[in-house]
């Protein structure tokens, strides 16, 4: 079990967090329509992320005057990004002196690359190559079923991330008020479900210090191009951004 940060987003940082999604969603032309991550709550490995066409953008908000500091490590979402097969990307915002918002540093798309510090223009980098979908994507993606789930069943969601190295997976205020975890995990054609994880004991002595009640989700997902003509067929892949259907049956 691989453990992150779990840092607050400060008040001081949640403007210009918020500014800079604003921002991100404004070079598009009726807005970023695929966030990955846009959400204050932690666990933190970026600040925010999205899909544009068939690449991903794990970004990393700061402050140029360094007077607030984001959450999580640092290096955090270089480390998404690369299990991912995404791009990281760093967003420098500043406060104005006049008016206090908070505003792009740079021109367009005011992103960076973290080694370079070049410009990183999202748009110019689609392409119309296929992608086959990493595990972690289908995992995040797994996490965003269940999570959809529970909201629609009138549950509280306390926090949530799509890290498959992380578990739990999402933590939500349960029947009784009081915090539940969910531990999350995905399977693709030609398996329509996936078991519990070996070391599930160890999860939940880890979340025992919250709560003793755990649930376990099996998300699958198969490619809506999978003809299912034979039994021993080949899967098709899960290719990013195109159409999958989905298998879950609800928390155990």
Request: charged content about 20%; some cysteine; overall charge neutral.
């Amino acid at each position: 079990m691989y453990e992150i940060e779990m840092h607050e987003m400060s008040e001081a940082f949640f403007p210009c967090w918020k500014a800079a999604g604003i921002h991100l969603s404004k070079q598009v032309d009726g807005g970023i329509q695929s966030w990955l991550r846009a959400h204050p709550y932690p666990p933190f490995l970026e600040h925010l992320s999205f899909r544009l066409g068939n690449q991903l953008f794990f970004v990393r908000v700061e402050d140029v005057n360094g007077k607030v500091r984001g959450p999580g490590n640092p290096q955090g979402f270089i480390t998404a990004a690369r299990m991912a097969n995404g791009r990281a990307c760093i967003l420098p915002m500043k406060k104005k002196l006049f008016g206090g918002a908070w505003v792009a540093d740079m021109a367009g798309w005011g992103l960076l690359d973290p080694d370079t510090r070049r410009p990183i223009d999202p748009v110019a980098l689609v392409t119309d190559q296929k992608i086959e979908m990493t595990p972690w994507e289908v995992h995040d993606m797994a996490v965003q079923v269940v999570r959809d789930y529970l909201d629609k069943q009138g549950f509280e969601l306390m926090s949530w991330q799509g890290n498959p190295e992380v578990d739990p997976s999402i933590w939500f205020l349960g029947k009784s008020k009081r915090p539940e975890w969910v531990v999350v995990r995905s399977a693709k054609f030609p398996a329509n479900s996936v078991g519990r994880p070996s070391n599930w004991q160890a999860i939940a002595a880890g979340c025992a210090k919250m709560s003793a009640t755990g649930h376990f989700a099996s998300v699958a997902a198969v490619s809506v191009d999978q003809p299912f003509k034979s039994s021993e067929e080949a899967p098709v892949p899960l290719w990013r951004g195109h159409g999958m259907h989905v298998r879950f049956t609800g928390l155990e």
